[in-house]
């Protein structure tokens, strides 16, 4: 089973923020939380990763709460290039565990 | 340039009929993957190697073999293929370890079996 909770899809306005929200309850002291995302069928593309303090890149921002319960991705001004699926997923405890990817939010950006 | 590659990107075959998907990185990363994806149920890991010879199951391993004989391949083969093996698959690798760091993901091998 998934360690992360998203939402199957949302659909945000292009120029405005798309926030994709992720719960990951269970994650422990020490696992990151990675976000990826896959355009159509392409391979999936690292966005960002954190630990527990809020990282920025130049695609994203990632907001982590105080309890690492859940985090939430920012698309600061989305384009129609940003309609993807995203996924949140927590890096395993172990360097030698699987990794488990789950379904993803399906976000459209609106013309 | 760094990446990920994958031959075949397309191929349709019959059941029962061997084959091999290859996967090439040159970033020298020590860990590579192979994820398979259907619509509805997103990636799911089939293995992974950690290493050169060191290979573990993924969450759908049945039906899969993998090898890690050199540390840039990690060939995924198809002993018997049968239709319910029909899918999208992608291979990735990252610097070290499961999810220590980013993963590279290739660019997907969509296979047939009828």
């Known amino acids: 089973d998934a360690k992360t909770t998203q939402p199957p899809s949302m659909d945000c306005a292009e120029g405005r923020a798309a926030n994709l929200p992720c719960n990951h309850s269970?994650?422990?002291?020490?696992?990151?939380v990675y976000w990826y995302r896959q355009i159509h069928s392409q391979g999936p593309q690292y966005i960002i990763h954190?630990?527990?303090n809020n990282e920025t890149n130049e695609m994203a921002s990632l907001i982590i709460t105080e309890d690492r319960k859940s985090s939430t991705l920012i698309l600061p001004h989305a384009t129609l290039r940003d309609t993807a699926v995203y996924y949140c997923?927590?890096?395993?405890?172990?360097?030698?565990?699987?990794?488990?990817f789950g379904k993803g939010t399906r976000l459209h950006i609106l013309p | 340039e760094a990446q990920v590659t994958q031959n075949p990107r397309y191929l349709i075959t019959v059941t029962g009929k061997k084959l091999t998907v290859t996967c090439s990185q040159n970033?020298?990363?020590?860990?590579m993957s192979w994820y398979r994806q259907d619509p509805g149920l997103g990636l799911r890991q089939i293995y992974y190697?950690?290493?050169?010879?060191?290979?573990d199951k993924g969450d759908v391993p049945e039906g899969y073999k993998v090898s890690r004989k050199e540390k840039r391949n990690f060939p995924l083969i198809l002993e018997s293929p049968s239709p319910n093996q029909t899918s999208l698959y992608f291979c990735?690798?990252?610097?070290?370890?499961?999810?220590?760091?980013?993963?590279?993901f290739g660019p997907g091998t969509r296979l047939t079996v009828l």
């Open positions: 990735a690798s990252s610097l070290v370890g499961g999810g220590q760091n980013e993963q590279f």
């Open positions: 970033m020298n990363h020590e860990y």
């Open positions: 954190g630990l527990k």
């Open positions: 269970t994650i422990s002291g020490n696992e990151y």
């Open positions: 997923i927590v890096s395993p405890l172990n360097r030698d565990d699987k990794i488990i």
């Open positions: 190697s950690m290493n050169v010879e060191v290979t």
